[in-house]
Every structure is written in structure tokens, then in C-alpha cells.
């Protein structure tokens, strides 16, 4: 099942604060759509090192949340 944007964006903070598993299988998924394309253009790139930062910025702050 693909989760979209719109999906998360319909959640209130409160609740999906505890649910961030959502928005690192969101950025699992555009990577994996990213990188089985047939063509690698600057876009795409672009757009992978996008969904990277966002993944490792995902992971800093779960870790952040854990040593609290």
C-alpha cells in the first residue's frame, strides 16, 4: 500500500508524532520508486538526495526522542 502525502498530512500532530514509522516508509517507498526508474535524470537525483536528507534527518530525531 502506497501511504501519500495527503494521508499523513490529514493527521493530527499529536497522534502522528508517535507514528513517524509512516513518514520513513514514505521516503522508503519514493526511493524505491526513484531508483527503479528506467532513466536517471537531474530530477531524479535531486530527488533522491532529497529523500535521503529527510531519512537521515527522520532517524536523528527518533534518536533525539529516545535519549530524552
Not at 500532530?13 to 527503479?36: A, M
Request: hydrophobic content about 35%; glycine content about 2%.
Amino acid at each position: 500500500m502506497f501511504v501519500g502525502i495527503e494521508t499523513i498530512s490529514k493527521e493530527e500532530w499529536i497522534v502522528f508524532r508517535s507514528k513517524s514509522y509512516k513518514f520513513e516508509e514514505f521516503l522508503q517507498q519514493w526511493q524505491e520508486r526513484l531508483q527503479s526508474g528506467s532513466e536517471t535524470t537531474s530530477l531524479t537525483v535531486r530527488l533522491l538526495q532529497e529523500v535521503e536528507k529527510y531519512k537521515v534527518s527522520t532517524v536523528h530525531n527518533v534518536v533525539i526522542n529516545y535519549t530524552k
